[in-house]
């Protein structure tokens, strides 16, 4: 959500961030709005202080005997042109708000302009990727033929876009969330957190889901929404709170199944488990001071870093360009991890700053300054630490062998048991 004071303060300013993301000049409806409900609500406290002279002078002239009638008439008139105000100021605030709701963050300057991902920036490359002896498989190839990634039975139970994993390979996703886990809240600083799968409306409005991308989301019969993932539950943890200065930053983890519906994404990634309605992810997120959150976005990408660094995978730091950075973001750092069966670099992580934008919506502030009376809107960090889906294809591609079988990264061993190798 934007304050409306820096639309006021330079609509041109703001035309022109908007026009970034490829949103059409808006400052000049808003402010019409905005101009007409400040002259409403300045009509409407003139005409309350009216009514209370006038309701002194009508008791004093009814005390002594005058005739009140002029003033009772002016009275009921009055209350009239109260209540048609009283209903027009709050239509026009939600007026605003409803313009301002659909409308993305400010982009950091640093964010470069293009139309979409072939903009964005290689900002590093770690690793190099391995050289193959035979042609390397791509991950459901592998899983298939060692009979533990089942899609036909997840297409019975459920339809399309979901997986039934088995035996060992199954046991390699468990231990990829136990692994991330312990690093994000032993080395890194995270609370660990257990958060509802199910939420309010208000609090996927919070961060941004609605009301723009709700065709995008699963809605229970009862209002409720399934989660896109752990953002939605951490960050709304501050929800209309007031936190102390000296707590921040609040840096959370949670691993969380996460349901998407994928609406926009028909025949992309049909096969396999790249894009699923169902996935589990570990989630980063981090309530932070607005003068070091940027320190904050760095601690937070490289945290996904070394978990890619650990499990012995390539991968890329990519900055996103304005037409691929999210709705809520102010700037977005992708980790894309090579994946050599398809022999391409794929996103495993997206680490954002969304700013105040968050903030705003959610009415999540700070107390602090010196007098520690001073109150501003924090800001909020999200970031994937990483999706346990794609960092499980990455690993069976990056440590396919010719037999078939899979090398367990030595980082997962202590997770499985002493586990080395993954076959049939």
Known sequence: MHDIRVIRADP???????????????????????????????????????????????????????????????????????????????????????????????????????????????????GSPRAFNFAPKQHFEIGEALGMMDFPTAAKLAGARFTVLRGPLARMERALGQFMLDQHTQERGYQETIVPSLVNAAAVYGTGSLPKFEEDLFKTTDGRYLIPTAEVPLTNTVAGDIVAETALPIRLTALTDCFRSEAGAAGRDTRGMIRQHQFRKVELVCIAHPQKSWDEHEWMTRSGELILEQLGLPYRRMLLSSGDTGFASARTHDLEVWLPGQGLYREISSCSNCTDFQARRMNARFRGGADGKTIGFVHTLNGSGVALGRALIAVMENYQQADGSIEVPEALRPYMGGLESISG
């Open 12 to 126: 041109a300013a703001f035309d022109a961030a908007m026009a970034r993301r490829g949103v059409l000049p808006v400052a000049e409806g808003i402010l019409t709005l905005d101009t007409d409900r400040r002259a409403s609500q300045t009509a409407l406290q003139e005409k309350q202080a009216r009514r209370n002279v006038l309701s002194r002078e009508i008791g004093q002239g009814k005390r002594s005997g005058a005739d009140t009638a002029e003033l009772e008439a002016e009275a009921t008139a009055l209350r009239t042109e109260m209540e048609a105000l009283e209903t027009k100021v709050p239509e026009l605030d939600l007026g605003i708000r409803r313009i301002l709701e659909t409308l993305p963050n400010v982009l950091d300057a640093s964010v470069p302009d293009g139309r979409d991902e072939t903009a964005n920036v290689e900002l590093k490359r770690i």
